[in-house]
């Protein structure tokens, strides 16, 4: 299967000229300590040699907000597989979440308290390595699986927030952890 960088600048995530087997050079923003967008929804903790191994899952499915209460939840013309060999070739079509903003990842990212280290694209979805593990994004889903003291409940409000701006809502999301000691 092929697979495409994703652009790693600042700047839109569609459209992006760079060649097949190319990153471009990303530089980190400085840590946002504390969290100026924190809301009082937890608190800073300094680091007490404990690691929280227990990887956290937040699934969100989003749909389509249709007029006059007609909803289709998954659009097929923006999920068709086709065969393996046309799906190669195709380029990569950005629609749904995938169009969102690095600018807006980097958001629900800040909200979890983790940070976009690199990604890879495919026709299917954009896969990121965070600092504390992974984000998938795919044309009506974000994947989010982390560990150690992220909070991927404070995203969800971020991701309504986003889902409206591209006429989405959310139609399910799944929360999955294992016990662990800083909720």
């Not at 697979?3 to 990153?23: A, F, K, V, W």
């Not at 990887?55 to 969100?60: A, M, N, S, Y």
């Amino acid at each position: 299967m092929n697979t495409y960088p994703c652009s790693l600048s600042g700047g839109g995530r569609g459209g992006s000229d760079l060649g097949e087997g190319t990153i471009s050079p990303y530089v980190e923003p400085p840590p946002q300590q504390p969290y100026d967008d924190d809301d009082n929804s937890g608190e800073i903790r300094e680091y007490n040699g404990l690691f929280e191994g227990p990887e956290k899952t937040l699934e969100v499915m989003f749909r389509k907000i249709a007029p006059h209460g007609i909803q289709e939840p998954y659009p097929a013309d923006d999920l068709s597989v086709g065969s393996i060999a046309s799906a190669e070739q195709q380029p990569i079509r950005r629609v749904g979440l995938r169009t969102l903003e690095r600018t807006d990842l980097d958001r629900i990212c800040a909200r979890a308290r983790c940070t976009i280290l690199s990604c890879v694209s495919n026709r299917f979805l954009d896969a990121y390595v965070l600092s504390e593990s992974s984000l998938f994004v795919y044309p009506y889903m974000i994947v989010l699986k982390t560990c150690g003291t992220t909070t991927l409940l404070r995203c969800v409000a971020t991701l309504i927030e986003l889902g409206h701006k591209l006429g989405l809502e959310i139609d399910w999301l799944g929360y999955n952890r294992k016990n662990f000691s800083f909720p």
